[in-house]
C-alpha cells in the first residue's frame, strides 16, 4: 500500500469547514484512499473512500485530485462533535488489511 | 445489533501471567481483526483472520496467539505477559471481499490492559 502523509495537527472553528489534507503520491491504480476517525479512547470509525472520483456522504466529503497523488477530506459545517484523530489510508483493492499512521488531530474550537 | 463487543474492558496483569481477550461480532462478518494501540501511535494490526478456522498474522504477533473457532469470535491470548504489552487492544471486524468491494471495518470499544 501506497505511504500516505497527513499533517501532524489542525484546528477548525466550531461552524466552518474543516479541510484535512492527504498526500498520497505514490499511489497505485488499484488503491482505495479510505478516511477513519477516531475520538478520543474510541475505536476508530469508518467515514468515506474513494477511487477516483469525488464522493460524498451524510458524514463528509472526498475531493481526490486528478493524478490522485493528493485528496481531501471535507467535513462541512465542523462541530464540536468532529474532534477526533483522523487517518488516511491507501488500500489495495483486494488486501483485506489496513495500515494506520499516525492521523491528523483535528480540534474544533468553539 | 450490539457490533463489535470486547470483554474485559479493564485488566490489570503481572508479568508472566496469561489471559485471553475476547471479540464478538453479530453482523455475520467474516473478517476479523486484533490491533493494538500505544501512546500517540495509530493502531498496529497482530492478527487477523478471513473466516472461521483461519487466522494470519500482522505487523506486530509476537508474543500474540489467536483463535476463531466460531466465526462470529476472535480470541486474542497473551501466554506470558510482558511490560511491552501494556496497550489498548482493539478488535474489528468487516463483512470480507466476497460480500463488498471495500474495505470498511467496524471497530470495538477496546481493552486497556496493563502489565506491571
Known amino acids: 500500500d501506497a505511504k500516505t502523509t497527513q499533517p501532524t495537527s489542525m484546528d477548525c472553528a466550531e461552524g466552518r469547514a474543516a479541510n484535512l489534507p492527504c498526500n498520497h503520491s505514490?499511489?497505485?491504480?488499484?488503491?482505495?484512499v479510505y478516511w477513519y476517525r477516531q475520538i478520543h479512547s474510541q475505536g476508530p470509525q469508518y467515514i468515506i473512500h474513494?477511487?477516483?472520483n469525488n464522493e460524498t456522504n451524510e458524514m463528509a466529503s472526498l475531493i481526490i485530485t486528478e493524478d490522485r497523488k493528493s485528496s481531501t477530506l471535507i467535513l462541512p459545517h465542523a462541530t464540536l462533535r468532529d474532534t477526533a484523530v483522523y487517518y488516511c489510508i491507501a488500500n489495495n483493492f483486494g488486501n483485506e488489511k489496513l495500515t494506520f499512521g499516525t492521523g491528523t488531530r483535528l480540534t474544533i474550537i468553539p | 445489533n450490539a457490533g463489535v463487543t470486547q470483554t474485559p474492558k479493564f485488566r490489570v496483569l503481572k508479568t508472566g501471567q496469561s489471559m485471553t481477550l475476547l471479540c464478538a461480532q453479530d453482523m455475520n462478518h467474516e473478517y476479523m481483526y486484533w490491533y493494538r494501540q500505544d501512546p500517540g501511535m495509530g493502531l498496529r494490526l497482530i492478527h487477523y483472520?478471513?473466516?472461521?478456522?483461519?487466522?494470519a498474522k500482522g505487523e506486530v504477533p509476537d508474543g500474540y496467539n489467536v483463535s476463531r473457532l466460531k466465526k462470529q469470535n476472535f480470541l486474542l491470548g497473551l501466554e506470558s505477559a510482558a511490560p511491552s504489552q501494556t496497550s489498548v487492544y482493539f478488535c474489528a471486524s468487516s463483512p470480507g471481499l466476497a460480500r463488498s468491494s471495500y474495505n470498511e471495518q467496524f471497530f470495538g470499544p477496546g481493552t486497556r490492559l496493563t502489565v506491571l
Open positions: 483472520s478471513v473466516g472461521e478456522g483461519t487466522t
Open positions: 505514490t499511489i497505485s491504480g488499484n488503491e482505495y
Open positions: 474513494g477511487l477516483k
